[in-house]
């Protein structure tokens, strides 16, 4: 069977922010005139309902005829409510709009989000910008020009997102790069990631297996040693992680998604095993915003819990709540405390 090679990405976790131009012709882009936001607003997993909310906002030109569907990859079951109107003639310069739709969705699914968004700027107002970007360069101005005078009719400016449901959260991401939430010796809950790699030979898939078993059996001084010695290869060689997952596939992870992953399980152990919250603080200053790094903030406020810092531990988790309405384990962190 050949092998077939996917590569993994990781996403703002629960939310997503693309700004960009929609791409004409090869290499050829307008200058940004949107930007929009996608984000799980909600998530019960008791009644399998999901709602997903996408922002979208008029950059630099008003857009027409602009419309928001979000489409999963397997046959779910859409919640009609009422905000799913996916249409809108006329959006405002320096206006924005919310799309919201809901699906019925079980716990432990992992679908694809196709958002299918388009929109047309407006001519006039992209001729000026064009103008102005390009003064400097008659021949890319005259290209550009002709782009913007061929604008008949709406641009796709869309994604497709990994959306994975489980009982505590609802993320844009995969699997095999999503940490889980687990119950730790000390009773508490924690996110972990756990890599996952079938019974093959060969130092990587050796060492992520050994990286796995000292971070299940909680040993911080080897899981840091080898996972160190993960790290150092892959920067060394350039090459990303592959995790071989026994049907013919491997995943391909970034070298810095990959490193992060495994600096969270080192900082998270090291600070469960000494009681103590700087490791986390400290990687924390390394993490880019990400998926990893919300997990982290999460596991820094539990850590502070154990510490009996209850109010630097509620703060972290209404900051968590805010900006991620969805996530079903800070919500009950926060109900618990107070």
Known sequence: MPVKTILLFV???????????????????????????????????????????????????????????????KSVIPIANKNDKHFVKLLRKGEARVFEQSFNIKVGTSVWLDAVIRGLPDKNEMLKLVNKQYANNPSM?????????????????????????RKDNALFAVEETAPEHETFEDGRQYYVWNPKTVQ????????????????????????????????????????????????????????NVAKDLINFNIALLNAVNNNTAVPIEENLKNLKDSDIKLMSEYN????????????????????????????????EKIKELR
């Open 200 to 255: 093959s030979r060969g130092f990587e898939a050796e060492s992520l297996r050994a990286f796995a078993s000292f971070t299940s059996n909680r040993n911080y001084v080897n899981a840091k040693k080898i996972g160190d010695l993960i790290i150092n290869r892959m920067q060394t060689g350039n090459k990303p992680l592959l995790l071989e997952k026994g049907n013919g596939d491997t995943f391909m992870i970034p070298i």
């Open 11 to 73: 996403t703002a976790f629960s939310l997503c922010i693309f700004t960009g131009a929609g791409a004409m012709t090869p290499r050829v882009n307008l200058p940004d005139w949107y930007q929009y936001r996608i984000s799980v607003s909600d998530w019960n997993p008791s009644k399998s309902e999901v709602t997903i909310s996408t922002k979208i906002t008029a950059l630099s030109a008003d857009i027409s005829d602009l419309s928001c569907n979000i489409t999963p990859s």
């Open 300 to 331: 820094l406020a539990t850590i502070y819990l154990k510490l009996g810092q209850k109010e630097k531990a509620l703060d972290i988790f209404e900051k968590l709540r805010d900006a991620l309405p969805g996530w079903q384990a800070v919500k």
């Open 141 to 165: 101005l005259a290209v550009m020009q002709n782009e913007v005078k061929e604008l008949n009719g709406p641009i796709y400016i869309g994604k497709i997102l990994p959306l994975l449901l």
